[in-house]
């Protein structure tokens, strides 16, 4: 097997999935993730709301802050129209090789920049990611993730006795025909959506995004990269004048682990318009949900 989880996941999606069939790469994510060992997708759950989203905004613009695997970009992009752009920032580069891979398996293009280096060990230079994403932060993310993780998995059957079930997060939302979603949907599934991928820090990357892609404002951000960079980040669009009024910021996580200063933030704003839909943490009975946030300029 690989040598971590992300090549192992790729291994998984190679052996099973059906070659460029999003739907295909992403059940086999979820049963992997379900079955054999957890990691930090938005899962099959959450994405129900992601997807959702996706589909009422009917987006031109997308940034997704945080990558890993590729697994909620693939959910994002196979709903996008022909001519939608989706541009996601993962400061790992490892990572960001892995969803290439799995993107690409998905029959998504996607465009890795900077690509990777030729000669990784030998050479001194250019493995820094754009942005200076350290290799000290990486180390602390993981070690992170493993907290996460092994906190969650001690905690997954006294949790489960209490967890409740939740309504329908959607509930809020008008309901959309079956027909109209499945009409959407199937034509969307035909169209080619380009994905770019960009290894670095947002912090160092969003406020490049306007030059780089001759671009003004982003219609949906998905957020779910550390939680502690919701908030600076949130700022940064706003200062960068990449947010218009009626983009939608939906925020992964807001529970579990939890974001409390951007949750306050965008609930007490009267910038924002903020709703929050209940959920449960990717493949775990643990309460979790997304905000929406609606920028109102
Ligand atoms: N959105 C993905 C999905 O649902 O499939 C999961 C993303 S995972 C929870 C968070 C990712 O964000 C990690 O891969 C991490 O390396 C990356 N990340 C964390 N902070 C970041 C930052 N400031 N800039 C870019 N990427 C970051
Ligand atoms: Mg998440």
């Given at each position: 097997s690989g040598k971590s989880r992300p090549m192992r996941i790729l291994q998984y999606v190679q052996n099973t999935a059906v070659?460029?069939?999003?739907?295909?790469?992403?059940?086999?994510?979820?049963?992997?993730?379900?079955?054999?060992?957890?990691?930090m997708n938005v899962g099959d759950k959450k994405g129900e709301i992601l997807d959702a989203v996706v589909l009422d905004v009917r987006p031109r613009w997308v940034l997704e802050l945080g990558t890993y695997c590729g697994y909620s970009t693939m959910r994002i992009a196979r709903l996008l129209p022909p001519g939608a752009r989706l541009i996601t920032l993962e400061m790992n580069h490892h990572y960001a090789q892995v969803a290439k891979q799995i993107l690409g398996h998905a029959g998504l293009d996607s465009q890795l920049s900077p690509s990777p280096p030729s000669v990784p060990h030998s050479s001194t230079q250019g493995e820094q990611?754009?942005?200076?994403?350290?290799?000290?932060?990486?180390?602390?993310?993981?070690?992170?993730?493993?907290?996460?993780?092994?906190?969650?998995h001690c905690l997954q059957l006294p949790l489960q006795l209490f967890s409740r079930t939740s309504q329908n997060p959607l509930a809020t939302s008008a309901p959309k025909s079956q027909e109209e979603t499945a009409e959407r949907q199937t034509t969307m599934r035909n169209s080619t959506c380009k994905v770019d991928l960009l290894v670095g820090a947002s912090s160092a990357l969003i406020p490049q995004l306007k030059k780089k892609f001759d671009m003004d404002k982003f219609d949906l951000v998905f957020i779910d990269h550390w939680k502690t960079s919701y908030l600076p980040d949130t700022k940064l669009l706003e200062e960068c004048d990449l947010l218009a009024s009626g983009t939608v910021l939906l925020a992964d996580n807001v529970?579990?682990?939890?974001?409390?200063?951007?949750?306050?933030?965008?609930?007490?704003?009267?910038?924002?318009?903020?709703?929050y839909f209940p959920s449960q943490l990717e493949y775990l009975r643990v309460e979790d949900g997304m905000e929406k946030s609606v920028f109102l300029g």
């Open positions: 070659q460029g069939d999003a739907n295909s790469v992403i059940s086999a994510v979820d049963s992997y993730c379900a079955n054999v060992e957890w990691a990611p754009v942005g200076g994403a350290t290799h000290s932060s990486h180390s602390r993310w993981c070690l992170q993730e493993a907290l996460i993780y092994t906190t969650l529970t579990c682990p939890g974001a409390p200063e951007y949750l306050h933030y965008v609930r007490n704003s009267p910038r924002y318009k903020s709703l």
